[in-house]
């Protein structure tokens, strides 16, 4: 388990990624915080705007940074 996220949370030249582990904490608190919220009351709460936001612009900026590292190449 340690051996795949230590490869998980590198860049493809095995150098460590810290925004491979900020990206990762920005999308999994929200999703972590919503799924206890859904388990205490029961029932499927949903998500709101700058919920979605948050994640989708976390995932959004790394796949714009690593287009641009593969144009530097």
Not at 1 to 6: A, D, R, T, Y
Not at 14 to 31: C, D, E, Q, T, Y
Not at 34 to 40: A, E, Q, R, Y
């Given at each position: ?6 490869q ?25 915080t ?7 009351t ?32």
């Open positions: 388990m340690k051996k795949v996220l230590s998980f949370f590198s860049e493809d030249n095995g150098n460590k990624s810290s925004m491979r582990l900020l990206v990762a904490a920005v999308v999994l608190i929200p999703l972590i919503w799924s206890v919220m859904c388990i205490k029961g029932q499927m709460i949903s998500w709101d705007l700058p919920d979605i936001g948050l994640i989708a612009t976390a995932l959004g900026m790394k796949a714009y940074q690593k287009g641009k590292e593969n144009v530097s190449k």
